[in-house]
């Protein structure tokens, strides 16, 4: 029984980690993103309790914006605590933290 617990451990750690590294933002994509980000600014909002990791999932309580007239830019974004935090729209997972 120990040995499939730690064989479920690591295997849900390896998609964990496969996942965080499946998000790939080409160098162009980032320029326009962190164009838009500066151009429309949000104004921080703080989320005790809630931990800024790639991976995390932000409450349905956080309101995240689009990034409006954007093609090719799925994501979605919300300033936490002094950093912008790019979002899957359906999962509401955090896939990239600008500082």
């Known amino acids: ?5 730690i064989a479920a451990l690591a295997l849900a750690t390896s998609l ?5 590294q499946d998000v790939i933002i080409t160098p162009e994509r980032e320029t326009v993103i962190r164009e838009y980000i500066q151009k429309k600014p949000l104004a921080s909002i703080t989320l ?3 931990e800024l990791n790639i991976g995390s999932t ?5 309101e995240v914006h689009s990034f409006e007239g954007v093609p090719d830019v799925t994501y979605q ?11 899957e729209p359906g999962t509401r997972k955090i896939v990239k933290i600008y500082n």
């Open 16 to 20: 964990s980690a496969a996942w965080a």
């Open 1 to 5: 029984m120990k040995i499939a617990t």
């Open 77 to 87: 974004y919300v300033v936490i605590d002094n950093k912008t935090v790019l979002v």
């Open 58 to 62: 932000l409450p349905e309580t956080v």
């Open 48 to 50: 005790p309790g809630v």
